[in-house]
Nanobody, 122 residues
Framework: HVQLVESGGGSVQTGGSLRLSCVPV???????MGWFRQTPGKGREAVAS???????RYSPSVKGRFTISEDKSERSFALQMNSLQPEVTALYYC??????????????????WGQGTQVTVS
């Protein structure tokens, strides 16, 4: 069992930046880690993923503005979000797949989810 804890969300002005963090506090360290976001109108949407060897994937909507990373020494993952616009406002979730290989941006492939952290841009 893997327990994930997200943090770093908040309210920022248009054009600002936020850095979200995801920490596996229980269980084995994930092979695939992903970030997803959810809004009432669009449902759950993929944002980015990272594999243990550093391979990353990005949704076209965030590529070039968001960066996913892993800090092995701290056993944590992060999503750096720059040039934020109001449309990225959502509840952001960290997700993990212990046995993944390609780390596709498909929600059902991920077995463990955090509680979510709210990002609001205005």
């Amino acid at each position: 069992h893997v327990q994930l804890v997200e943090s770093g969300g908040g309210s920022v002005q248009t054009g600002g930046s936020l850095r979200l963090s995801c920490v596996p506090v229980k269980g084995d360290f994930p092979f695939c880690m992903g970030w997803f976001r959810q809004t009432p109108g669009k449902g759950r949407e993929a944002v980015a993923s990272i594999r243990s060897d550093g391979m990353t994937r990005y949704s076209p909507s965030v590529k070039g503005r968001f960066t996913i990373s892993e800090d092995k020494s701290e056993r944590s993952f992060a999503l750096q979000m720059n040039s934020l616009q109001p449309e990225v406002t959502a509840l952001y979730y960290c997700a993990a797949d212990l046995g993944g290989r390609d780390c596709y941006l498909t929600a059902y492939l991920y077995n463990h989810w955090g509680q979510g952290t709210q990002v609001t841009v205005s």
